[in-house]
Nanobody, 120 residues
Framework: QVQLVESGGGLVQAGGSLRLSCAAS????????MGWYRQAPGKQRELVAAITSGGTNYADSVKGRFTISRDNAKNTVYMQMNSLKSEDTAVYYCNAGVTTAWGRPSRDYWGQGTQVTVSS
């Protein structure tokens, strides 16, 4: 089994910053793509940022404000969120593609979610 544990959410004023962390543990042979999604009330879950060995990808709404990074030695992905806006308010979920053993296909795992609330 694989577990993803998120931390770093909270309440912040508009214009402020937060840093999210997501640590993966368990039966990990290889961590592939990792990313952050978010879901606001009444809306669909959307990709915010992703990171692979080939680079990073961001939603247009967060480009220039959010930065995703990873520490492969710690099996951890981070997302620095600056210049936060009220529309960034959502539950943020960590996602990771994990290969648990040689020859097995990658499978998606999700964290439990962490609330980010931006007050205007």
């Amino acid at each position: 089994q694989v577990q993803l544990v998120e931390s770093g959410g909270g309440l912040v004023q508009a214009g402020g910053s937060l840093r999210l962390s997501c640590a993966a543990s368990g039966s990990i042979f290889r961590l592939n793509a990792m990313g952050w999604y978010r879901q606001a009330p009444g809306k669909q879950r959307e990709l915010v940022a992703a990171i692979t060995s080939g680079g990073t990808n961001y939603a247009d709404s967060v480009k220039g404000r959010f930065t995703i990074s990873r520490d492969n030695a710690k099996n951890t992905v981070y997302m620095q969120m600056n210049s936060l806006k009220s529309e960034d308010t959502a539950v943020y979920y960590c996602n990771a593609g994990v290969t648990t053993a040689w020859g097995r296909p990658s499978r998606d795992y999700w964290g439990q979610g962490t609330q980010v609330t931006v007050s205007s």
